[in-house]
């Protein structure tokens, strides 16, 4: 490697001008505002966990971790993700009763990046966890709270996808019969090679009808109506179970009144294994890579020693700013410029401002070089120079 | 409106061709023009043309709704795309050549290819631990030149091989255009996009049963 440039930064990791950081603060607030007002409580957890516990129960491929080791010798993981800290804590402290828990974080994550060097390697996310609740309910609760969220910040069009994993593995495992098969085609669905998966499906020693069932799931997105399709494709319990989930998904999201922005989608497999039931991604125009995602995770716990259902979703800070565009963060500071005679009087006066809610510089006359150059970053500029009153 | 990603040369005469089958009217004149970016507002379309590898970055990154682009490529960038349908055009494959009657030099194995993520990962599949070196054209040159042993690279009518004298030893995969996109548009424009496919998946089978 050569000689780093002093002001060089680690590949994928970036700075926060004042501009942009007003911004992320506003959506921020936007956000977690919502979140609080649906009784979430905030958290936070270190940076740095074990590999062993909270790297390998992470739903982030063990390459994109950032790795480290500790004096003692234990690796050490900089946090992929905010919901397995989350699982470790609520799994150690605070999920007791068997109560539901409400929690909530905006925490920066970090992911190793392969390829195109420059993407962002630590970014903030915003996002929930309901733990304890196996009902739909939480499922439609955390998909209607992130719409809420979004819709706080002034989001204006944005899709949710919903599709639920136990209907993808029950049709698979229903038709080929075992996992390893079920794998295969489900590992199709995930890398999102449909031209692989038919050629697949028809290179399967299948029945025609079968060889269709499977085919049919390509075609089931859209709106509720994609429903009734998927349930003739099965005739397990775990199939028809799934089908009846988001079904009573959809007449929650009704009740909740978001169901226009929701679709249904059959074949979302966001991850090989991660989660358990429902699952969703959320997209938003101008931006090409989801904003976020979500969805139940019933096993992730028992990897704390807890048994407990769990649902939550996340938010990538960075996209949606992104897909937000316009960006009037712009807030008046003013400045008071004052001689060494009226220092007393400046205090006062800035004093008085900031009382009022005014962001104010207070600048003595001799630590600035360039009057010009300086007076244009600030108004109104207030001068308390020399000794006699005032002058502006 | 949908942006279409598409690579200049061959497979774009073939695909502009299946588009026309398919009931899109695109100008005439369209293939010859020079410009990068032509909008077909009549049928609320632009179409961007790109180097072939590069197709699937715009795609990827969401600047193109859709694109078309070979598997050879897809294989290689191993982008975040949905390949939603095999176009059936630009038909050759993948395969590894050199020179007849030659083997991989065991003290110093080496490969040139303009795919050296395909060429490395078929290679450790074979249990061969070579060096692979990236070239950007004329890849026949290496074994003829001795910088490499082997070539991987895309065979349509094997002449090119067969001009400089090297045979096919092994085919690594089949390769044809497919028709990709972007996964925020796929939700986003899922209407449009569902019709093309639709309109394009009809035109592919009818060719299909007559071949």
Redesign the interface.
């Known amino acids: 490697m050569s000689k780093l440039f002093m002001f060089e930064k680690p590949l994928g990791m970036r700075d926060t001008l004042p501009f942009l950081y007003k911004v992320k603060k506003r959506v921020r607030q936007a956000m977690t505002n919502e979140i609080e007002q649906w009784g979430y409580e905030f958290i936070e957890t270190p940076t740095l966990e074990y590999y062993e516990t909270v790297g390998s129960a992470s739903a982030i491929a063990d390459h994109r971790l950032f790795k480290l080791l500790d004096q003692q010798g234990h690796t050490l993981v900089l946090r992929p993700d905010m919901t397995a800290p989350i699982a470790r804590l609520a799994a150690s402290r605070l999920y007791q009763n068997g109560n539901p828990l409400r929690l909530a974080y905006h925490a920066n994550v970090f992911r190793a990046q392969q390829r195109e060097g420059g993407r962002p390697a630590e970014f903030e996310q915003i996002g929930v966890e309901c733990i304890g609740d196996g009902t739909v309910t939480a499922d439609a609760e955390v998909i209607r709270l992130m719409i809420a969220a979004l819709e706080q910040t002034g989001l204006q069009r944005f899709t949710v996808a919903v599709g639920h994993i136990g209907y993808v593995n029950a049709l698979f495992l229903e038709i080929l019969g075992n996992e390893e098969r079920a794998n295969v085609l489900r590992r199709f669905l995930y890398e999102k090679n449909y031209v692989g998966y038919r050629n697949h499906v028809k290179s399967l020693p299948l029945s025609s009808i079968d060889q269709q069932r499977l085919l049919k799931l390509l075609d089931l997105r859209g709106d509720d109506t994609v429903l009734s399709s998927a349930r003739e494709l099965v005739h397990t319990e775990e199939g028809i179970n799934a089908v009846e989930e988001l079904s009573a998904l959809w007449h929650a999201l009704r009740l909740f009144g978001v169901a226009d922005t929701v679709k249904m989608d059959m074949t979302l497999v966001s991850h090989m294994s991660y989660y358990t039931g429902i699952l969703f991604e959320v997209y938003a125009d101008g931006v090409g890579f989801p904003l976020g995602n979500g969805g139940r995770y019933d096993e992730l716990l028992e990897k704390f020693s807890c048994k407990a259902p769990a649902t939550g979703f996340s938010i990538r800070l960075d996209r949606l700013i992104e897909a937000l565009q316009e960006m009037d963060v712009e807030e008046n500071i003013e400045c008071i410029i004052f001689s060494q005679e009226r220092f007393a009087e400046a205090i006062q006066l800035a004093n008085e401002k900031r009382r009022e809610g005014k962001k104010v510089v207070l600048q003595h006359i001799a630590g600035i070089r360039d009057i010009d150059a300086y007076s244009k970053r600030y108004e109104p500029i207030t001068y308390l120079l020399g000794s006699n009153g005032r002058e502006e | 409106m949908l942006t279409i990603a598409m690579p200049k040369g061959r497979i774009f005469e073939e695909a502009l061709e299946l588009l026309r089958k398919a009931g899109y009217a695109l100008p005439p004149e369209f293939a010859e023009s020079r410009k990068l970016m032509i909008d077909v507002p009549e049928e609320g379309m632009r179409f961007i043309l790109a180097k072939p590898m590069d197709v699937v970055t715009y795609v ?4 193109a709704d859709l694109g078309i682009a070979g598997k050879d490529v897809l294989l290689e960038e191993e982008r ?7 176009l059936h055009i630009s038909k050759c494959h993948l395969a590894v050549a050199g020179l007849p009657n030659s083997r991989l030099n065991d003290i110093a194995p080496r490969v040139a290819t303009k795919y050296p993520n395909i060429a490395s990962s078929y290679f450790r599949e074979q249990g061969e631990q070579v060096e692979i070196i990236p070239l950007n054209g004329s890849i026949e040159l290496a074994p003829l030149i001795g910088l490499a042993d082997r070539i991987v690279d895309i065979v349509s009518t094997g002449r090119t091989l067969k001009e400089n004298g090297l045979v096919e030893f092994e085919k690594i995969s089949d390769v044809t255009s ?1 028709l990709i996109v ?4 796929y ?2 424009k ?1 209407d449009k996009i ?1 019709e093309m496919v639709e309109r394009l998946s009809a035109v592919i089978t009818n060719e299909e049963d007559e071949s």
């Open positions: 990827e990154h969401g600047v975040d795309v949905y390949e939603l349908l095999d497919r972007n996964p925020v548009s939700r986003m899922d569902d």
